[in-house]
């Protein structure tokens, strides 16, 4: 048993850290506040609309942005409005088949989902999505002043229909970007050996020839440094390795639109991704996993970003959203303060007038928006949500932790600009080669053509066919998969 | 006075029981049927359900995807079904002995069976991650092998192996070890009596009085196997390629990432009839008897 001065400084211990609890519990709650916009406007918006106490369920991919809207944007506007925001923030594949399931089974289990630019389409088509400006501009209540469509970059184009109506307000939009190494890139000694080996200087490259070259020496540079010469995005079994070709590679080498034309796509009938073109850059970019560590053939977007941090990678396609925390978070990465980007290498050189003319572009310009299911039963309170995270005073610190940027406005903020520092320019980089990149092509079947050409390209990479053969066939498989969806 | 009918008894106590399982298996079952004969694709220019008959099935036999994947899955049911069968059956007899510690291993040796096959999966991917799982790195460090699960067809199928037989041995032990627990003592010892040696005494005695439970454990081993998805989806995610996919991890994409809903439902059907002639073929095979036959 416990003696009496046992009991009392159990006692005493117990109140301590019954304060220590609340005076966390009351400095995270003030932290939370810290996204705070128009938030008098919203609270009275809130008991007008009989939301507050309401609760609203969203999902959305558990990404650097995603989580920030998780940590800071729902804590201030539950702080704000006195409703309560339930958001899953799960893995890509896992968040499109319930946000699907939902809307196609019309269950209204979600009040919002996460849009990503390239499937907007088939929800538009499908009408699983509410009217967003249209219900804004009938209900007078619901129009926060703090809240404009039109501060929004031209990425908001790509929710709406074609009577300019808006079903999605933009959270994300960032480019998938060329990293690579400063500190090894501007290191006299390796600069000198490479200028050695390839008679020219370590700078970035412009085209295949020359990333292959830096892939190669740096791979062999890096043997027993756990250091290679690039990322891959090559997992097998998962799209991301289908993304990373059709929407980062093919179309450096003059291949756009994963090569479909008119519904079609092998060559014969008008396509393209069985083409030269198509092949040439496919097999470049499966010889890169020769300079590639050994995870890249299980590597999504997310592991792409986590090789890079961890340093075992001189240069690679990645994802802009994981720029960011790459180059500042030291927690996260080795390699802060080490981070330049630049523009893909092309496979053609026509591509950069292609891009500069909008014919073609030369890489992925990848973003979502959260968009209200029709079937939602709470659809003002989630469009009161929306507003929210869609006011321009809201953006900066998302964009620092996400970079991410939907806004004009959001560049010329201090705490952007300062980042901009921190990453060696990759928010000015956004701003102005932005427009070199775009996003996914507006396919109604865009999924379903995915998951047929995406076996044909796992097999390649895990080499049981050529890439020659994988097209082929994926091209082939691409047609009939048309025709039988009736496109 | 009028007794009351035990029957109408009977019924009213398990009518709940029927309810609950009228909505949770019967109904969901009649509806998978019902939405086979369907094309339902969500993504298809023409929207909602499309009667077809049996064009489902009929597409079903001549695809090469679908038979592959089956393919696979019977041949990795096979392969970790005889080897579990065969540990198990070892491991069993093993512990039918007494040894220092015999309660402290068998508590542990259980473990993985109470673990969800995603957490399993989950942990299997963590060990044999590259760069930072240990399995890799030391196989290197101490052989100078390179163990990459997303590379090598191979060593992707050694790894899902394992990983099956790591996680379910334990319950062929446990139910193998109840059998030979109940086996009577009496003619065993006349057997020994009679100076029957050790392998006649497992040919004609234990093994033939164990074969009940070997068939229980033999149907809900290939039963699960043949299902098996989210540790494998965990592990290799079908790869490298396609050669890990095997038919769960098939119908979970044709369903869940195409959403080809009507597809998807009658490969399910077509998985069960397999399901059904595979156990009713190791059956008679393993009682040597027609299906008739009673054990």
Sequence with gaps: MLNIRNRRSLALASVISSLALVLSACSSSSDSGSA?????????????????????????????????????????????????????????????????????????????????????????????????????????????????????????????????????????????????????????????????????????????????????????????????????????????????????????????????????????????????????????????????????????????????????????????????WIATDEAKSKVVGKVGVALPPLGNPKVLDDSKSGKGYLGYYDGGAFGVPATSKNINCSILFQEYQGQESVQAKWAAAGSRIVMESTYDDPIVQEMDTKTNGYYTFMKEEGPLFRGAPPYPFHTAVREVVAPFIYDAIAGKISTSDALDKAAKAADAEMKKLGY | MKKSNPNRLGWILISPSLLILGIAGLFPFFYVIYVGTHSW???????????????????????????????RTLIFSFLVVTIELILGFILALSLMRDFKGKTFFRTIYVLPVVVAPIAVGATWRLMMAQGHGPIPYFLNKFFGWEFNTGASTTQAWIAIVLMDVWHWTPFVTLTLLAGLLAIPKEPIEAASVDGANRVQMYRYLILPMLLPVILITVFIRVMDSLRSMEDVYMLTNGGPGSSTTFVGLHIFRTVFAKQEYGYGSSMSLMVLYFTIVICWLLFNALTGKNSKSKI
């Design chain 2, 41 to 71: 694709n969500v993504f298809s220019k023409e929207r909602g359900k499309v009667f077809v008959g049996i064009q489902n099935y009929r597409d079903l036999v001549f695809d090469n995807v679908f038979l592959g994947t089956l393919s």
């Design chain 1, 36 to 324: 705070s916009g128009d938030d008098a406007w919203f609270a009275t918006a809130a008991d007008k609309l009989e939301c507050k106490g309401k609760t609203i369920k969203g999902v959305t991919e558990n990404t650097p942005p995603g989580q920030y809207v998780k940590s800071d944007i729902i804590p201030a506007f539950e702080k704000a409005t006195g409703m309560k925001v339930d958001l899953e923030t799960t893995s890509w594949d896992e968040m499109y088949s319930k946000a699907i399931n939902d809307m196609e089974a019309k269950t209204g289990i979600y009040d919002f989902v996460y849009i990503e630019q390239d499937i907007i389409y088939q929800y538009l088509k499908n009408n699983y999505l509410a009217n967003i400006s249209k219900t804004i501009a009938d209900n007078a209540d619901l129009k926060a002043p703090s809240f404009d469509f039109t501060k929004f970059t031209s990425f908001i184009d790509n929710f709406k229909d074609a009577n300019g109506d808006v079903f999605g307000v933009p959270m994300e939009a960032f480019v998938k970007v060329y990293l690579y190494r400063t500190d090894l890139f501007n290191d006299p000694a390796i600069k000198d050996s490479f200028k050695a080996k390839y008679k020219r200087d370590l700078v970035p490259a412009t085209n295949y020839k020359e990333y292959k070259e830096i892939a190669d020496f740096f791979t062999e540079y890096g043997k027993g440094k756990d250091l290679w010469g690039t990322t891959v995005q090559a997992v097998t079994g998962h799209p991301a390795s289908f993304y990373e070709l059709f929407e980062s590679i093919l179309p450096t080498n003059g291949v756009y639109n994963w090569g479909i034309n008119n519904g079609k796509a092998t060559s014969a009938n008008g396509g393209s991704m069985d083409s030269k073109a198509a092949k040439d850059a496919f097999a470049f970019w499966v010889g890169l996993l020769k300079d590639a560590p050994p995870e890249s053939k299980q590597s999504t977007w997310t592991e792409v970003g986590t090789t890079f941090a961890a340093g075992r990678a001189a240069q690679g396609w990645v994802y802009g959203e994981n720029v960011a």
